[in-house]
């Protein structure tokens, strides 16, 4: 009988330690360019707790789950889910006593990873860890939610293993509107709530950028709880022979028109 106890205790706690949101069915589809679910003593934690992520600790709500891409011809779309609140307009997650601010999505499109050139801002509140001082490109704690080319990052975070955090300086490349920008959340799997991001540009807007570049992603929260980063080569596809086709006749049709006039 105490075998069959202890068998059913082990059991239990082996599934606290990992339980996962899986992706949502707004991802299906996408290529997935990081995986970081779970919460459990095995995701970066050196104590067994089953609120574990990594390298810290909070559970569901701290934790960065998927990153995820999908091409379009030059269209790029990039989607964040976390079991972070980064949909709210307050921009934080309260626990504990104190405000934990959700972090600018990093991209880069050099295949350099130490230096992220770009950010996609959601257009909510980002504070650092230790001051509460506001981290933003602009004049208060929030910019408008888009695209930016980033000079500048904060990292006042609690686990600077985490960082980049968040966009202390940049410039607006492309503002977020009802088409390029999408939000929401729903329960994954075991019932465990999830939120995401969306957002959606067209690669001309990325400067010296070639047919074949490596792209990453990183993102974390103002504690650096947990991150989650992800890299990958993408190749824009050349236009079809009916695309270069129907290009030339143009011009030829153009040209005609201006040796008439």
Same mark, same amino acid.
């Given at each position: 009988?105490?075998?069959?106890?202890?068998?059913?205790?082990?059991?239990?706690?082996?599934?606290?330690?990992?339980?996962?949101?899986?992706?949502?069915?707004?991802?299906?589809?996408w290529?997935?360019?990081?995986?970081?679910?779970?919460?459990?003593?095995?995701?970066?934690?050196?104590?067994?707790?089953?609120?574990?992520?990594?390298?810290?600790?909070?559970?569901?709500?701290? =934790? /960065?789950?998927? %990153?995820?891409?999908?091409?379009?011809? #030059?269209?790029? *779309?990039?989607?964040?889910?976390? &079991?972070? +609140?980064?949909?709210?307009?307050?921009?934080?997650?309260?626990?504990?006593?104190?405000?934990?601010?959700?972090?600018?999505?990093?991209?880069?499109?050099?295949?350099?990873?130490?230096?992220?050139?770009?950010?996609?801002?959601?257009?909510?509140?980002?504070?650092?860890?230790?001051?509460?001082?506001?981290?933003?490109?602009?004049?208060?704690?929030?910019?408008?939610?888009?695209?930016?080319?980033?000079?500048?990052?904060?990292?006042?975070?609690?686990?600077?293993?985490?960082?980049?955090?968040?966009? =202390? /300086?940049?410039? %607006?490349?492309?503002?977020?509107?009802? #088409?390029?920008? *999408?939000?929401g959340?729903?329960? &994954?799997? +075991?019932?465990?709530?999830?939120?995401?991001?969306?957002?959606?540009?067209?690669?001309?807007?990325?400067?010296?950028l070639?047919?074949?570049?490596?792209?990453?992603?990183?993102?974390?929260?103002?504690?650096?709880?947990?991150?989650?980063?992800?890299?990958?080569?993408?190749?824009?596809?050349?236009?079809?022979?009916?695309?270069?086709?129907?290009?030339?006749?143009?011009?030829?049709?153009?040209?005609?028109?201006?040796?008439?006039?």
């Amino acid at each position: 009988m105490k075998q069959i106890i202890k068998l059913i205790i082990a059991s239990s706690i082996a599934l606290v330690s990992s339980v996962s949101a899986a992706p949502l069915n707004v991802f299906s589809g996408w290529n997935m360019l990081a995986n970081e679910d779970g919460v459990g003593s095995s995701y970066g934690c050196s104590l067994s707790r089953s609120d574990c992520v990594g390298p810290g600790y909070g559970g569901q709500k701290f =934790d /960065a789950e998927y %990153l995820f891409y999908k091409l379009e011809g #030059s269209k790029l *779309s990039v989607g964040l889910q976390t &079991g972070f +609140d980064v949909v709210s307009d307050n921009g934080y997650v309260y626990s504990d006593g104190r405000r934990y601010y959700n972090g600018d999505l990093a991209l880069s499109f050099d295949g350099n990873t130490n230096n992220y050139e770009y950010a996609v801002d959601f257009g909510n509140a980002t504070r650092g860890y230790n001051n509460n001082a506001a981290i933003s490109a602009g004049a208060s704690d929030v910019d408008a939610a888009g695209l930016y080319s980033v000079t500048q990052w904060n990292n006042d975070i609690y686990y600077g293993q985490s960082a980049p955090y968040g966009m =202390d /300086a940049g410039s %607006l490349v492309l503002a977020a509107n009802s #088409s390029n920008f *999408s939000q929401g959340s729903a329960l &994954g799997l +075991d019932n465990l709530l999830s939120y995401y991001s969306i957002f959606s540009f067209d690669l001309s807007n990325i400067a010296n950028l070639g047919q074949t570049f490596g792209f990453a992603a990183h993102w974390t929260m103002s504690c650096g709880n947990d991150e989650i980063e992800g890299a990958t080569t993408v190749s824009v596809p050349e236009p079809g022979p009916l695309l270069l086709l129907g290009l030339g006749l143009i011009g030829l049709v153009t040209v005609r028109r201006r040796m008439k006039k």
